[in-house]
């Protein structure tokens, strides 16, 4: 007799223990799946028995009553692939000992890849509906985010060097922009997902043919019956014993997608909290540093990043499943798909919830985003000021000659000695340019230098991304979910 292991002399997954949800995670459970397996072996005999198979109602009745394996079935399931090495086998003997009526009529013509393959496209349809809900929650946060601020001039940074300015409502309208793209790409991942079907050992159908004596039609019946039940509109008219896994690479470019997407919004935050400019939310006894007690660390924008970092390595794993099949089929997908599925689909559930935690709260502030742009917009004003004094009769030539000292001066008391932007002052006390200390001011407006932000946000928001979140009008209501170290 084993002594039992406590779960904490084992490694457990931190993607379905500490990162992503208990939803996401139960998609993936083994009760989840081989729930799945049951219900495509019902819906296989329920199609043969319409279709003119004699399977006993007596059968479907045991299969309907057993549809959701206890905990008792799968450890028995579990022995029996101790045995027969084979996992499909050893659910069908566990499923037929509690329903013993359909025992002789389970799996009929059918190959393992109908309960497998067939399992993972529904369990994968929903993951991706499931983060696309995420999406939209996510989506809202940050539209309401950059409507609050869509006029807030603060520096554009181009190199992350101080550019023309924008303004906080749109540059998330760039973070949203991405999501947004990311959305249409999951909907349109689970709207054109094709299910295998009933295609036997290589994808001919031969088996369900032999079946139904030759009937052909029959056998193409059954393949459309079953994907009807499933809640399939699309099917895959020709395929190997197993669904092409170019479906399982396009899934996981989509998720790739998000995380390149969340991965640049998680810099972002890391840049702009280290200018004190915005900053994610920081609960009130939570701790930065054991070490340095006054800090507070982005931890959520690096743990996004950190999660999209592996992510976008695990997601590769598709493109080379597919590149290495070898004809109808061959095994060497297993073992990866097992773990690249799932944990793609747990690392981007983590991240969104991550994102929503993070979007629902962002602080700015203001003074300080006002303060970096006083500091860099005198240099960016010496045009329009170069224009208004030319406008009051200075000649163009020497004055740009004399913006061109006084901002190299200004450049090195910045520089050099640490000290604030003097450039207007500079310019307000040569009397060179003729222009008052309120029409230097002017000229120096920040809102001269937003060009159409504000209205590009309104634009946006409007066109592409109010559509979107109107199906789901609840959508970045309540507070997110609790994020865990």
Not at 404 to 426: H, Y
Request: glycine share 6%; with cysteine; aromatic share 6%.
């Amino acid at each position: 007799m084993t002594t039992p292991v406590s779960p904490a002399d084992r490694y457990e997954n931190p993607l379905s223990v500490r990162y992503a949800s208990a939803e996401m995670s139960a998609l993936f459970s083994a009760r989840q799946k081989f729930a799945m397996w049951r219900r495509l072996w019902l819906w296989l005999a329920e199609a043969e028995r319409e279709l003119g198979l004699p399977i006993p109602e007596s059968a479907l009745s045991q299969l309907r009553e057993h549809l959701v394996p206890t905990d008792a079935e799968l450890a028995a399931a579990d022995r029996y692939e101790r045995e027969t090495k084979h996992d499909v086998m050893a659910h069908l003997h566990a499923l037929g000992e509690v329903a013993p009526a359909a025992k002789g009529v389970l799996h009929l013509g059918a190959t393992s890849a109908f309960v497998g393959d067939n399992a993972d496209l529904l369990l994968l349809r929903e993951a991706l509906r499931l983060l696309g809900r995420r999406t939209v929650r996510v989506m809202a946060r940050l539209a309401a985010f950059a409507r609050t601020w869509r006029d807030l001039p603060c520096v554009g940074f181009t190199h992350f060097q101080a550019a023309q300015p924008t303004t906080v409502g749109k540059r998330a309208c760039l973070w949203l922009q991405d999501l947004s793209l990311d959305y249409r790409e999951l909907t349109r991942r689970a709207d054109e997902l094709r299910f295998l079907g009933c295609k036997g050992a290589t994808g001919t159908q031969a088996s369900f043919v032999a079946l139904f004596d030759g009937d052909v039609d029959k056998a193409d019946q059954l393949d459309r019956l079953v994907a009807e039940k499933a809640g399939f509109p699309g099917r895959l008219l020709v395929s190997g014993q197993t669904y092409t896994r170019k479906q399982d690479a396009l899934i996981l470019s989509a998720l790739a997608g998000l995380a390149s997407s969340a991965s640049k919004f998680g810099n972002d935050l890391r840049l702009l909290q280290h200018l004190k400019e915005v900053e994610e939310p920081f609960g009130a006894k939570q701790v930065g540093s054991s070490a340095m007690p006054y800090k507070r660390n982005p931890m959520k924008a690096e743990r996004i990043n950190a999660l999209a970092r592996w992510l976008l390595v695990g997601a590769e794993s598709g493109h080379w499943t597919h590149a290495t099949q070898w004809f109808e089929r061959t095994l060497d997908d297993s073992a990866n798909r097992r773990l690249a599925l799932p944990e793609c689909f747990l690392a981007s559930d983590a991240i969104l919830l991550l994102w929503d935690a993070v979007a629902d709260g962002l602080v700015v502030h203001e003074n300080v985003v006002r303060r970096h742009l006083d500091q860099e917009l005198p240099f960016l004003a010496t045009e329009n000021i170069l224009m208004a004094a030319v406008r009051k009769g200075g000649d163009r030539q020497q004055l740009h000659e004399r913006i061109r000292v006084v901002a190299q001066a200004a450049g090195e008391r910045i520089k050099e000695r640490g000290g604030e932007n003097d450039l207007l002052s500079r310019i307000a006390a040569d009397p060179a340019f003729g222009l008052s200390p309120a029409e230097i001011a002017a000229a120096a407006d920040p809102a001269r230098f937003i060009g159409r932000a504000p209205e590009q946000v309104d634009e946006f928001l409007a066109a592409e991304i109010d559509p979107l979140l109107a199906a789901d009008p609840d959508a970045g209501r309540g507070a997110a979910a609790e994020v865990r170290v």
